[in-house]
């Protein structure tokens, strides 16, 4: 009896070592994560993480025909990064991809990967412009340090009212038509079949 008695305190005290030790180490995790996001360089990096694991789980989603809205003008002037002025004008009549980013931006460069990938495999036949407000000669660094090809652009005038938003990233997809009909914001997974599907679809028509 009194054997049995021993065992249930050991076992007990046990348990309660163990959960304090648990506690402990929960309480340390939450620690350096605090210590970590309050340091600019890691705070960054677990953003960028953080937005990137939520991309995985975030689809781009076909606005029905009925929420399309026609974009009003095309007649937008934008700089490349050779410093060549182009008119948005001339991707009329084509299938495009507007993405406003910037280097600076988390969730932008969570999602960038997939957009570098989706760029390899629609450039030739998908119009795509990634539009910043960003110094050129930190968007060449970016694109350098990652191994990025995506062609970005500096607006010099008035964007169409239809794409000015308030957040970054923020991804429109325009059909031939010029309505608009995939609006995102936020990170997501580009790279996607279900966004492949849908540029596959919007070539054919």
Known sequence: MHWTRAFYFNSLNCNMAEKKSNRLKSNLLWLILIVALIIPQSRKAIQVTMHSLFSKVNSAEILEPENRVM?????????????????????????????????????????????????????????FLFVTNDDME?????????GYTLPVYNPVSQIPQEFETKSIP????????GEIVVDEKGALDW??????????????Q
């Open 71 to 127: 974009l009003s003008t095309f007649n937008w002037n934008l700089l490349d990064e050779d410093g060549q002025h182009i008119n948005f004008s001339k991707a009329k009549g084509k299938v495009v991809l507007v993405n406003f980013w910037a280097t600076w931006c988390p969730p932008c460069i969570a999602e960038m990967d997939s957009l570098e990938d989706l760029y390899k495999a629609y450039g030739s036949e998908v119009v």
């Open 138 to 146: 930190l968007v060449d660094a970016f694109k350098t340090k990652k």
């Open 170 to 177: 923020r991804t429109f997809i325009l059909n031939k038509a």
């Open 191 to 204: 790279n996607s079949k279900d966004v492949h599907q849908t540029l596959n679809d919007l070539l054919e």
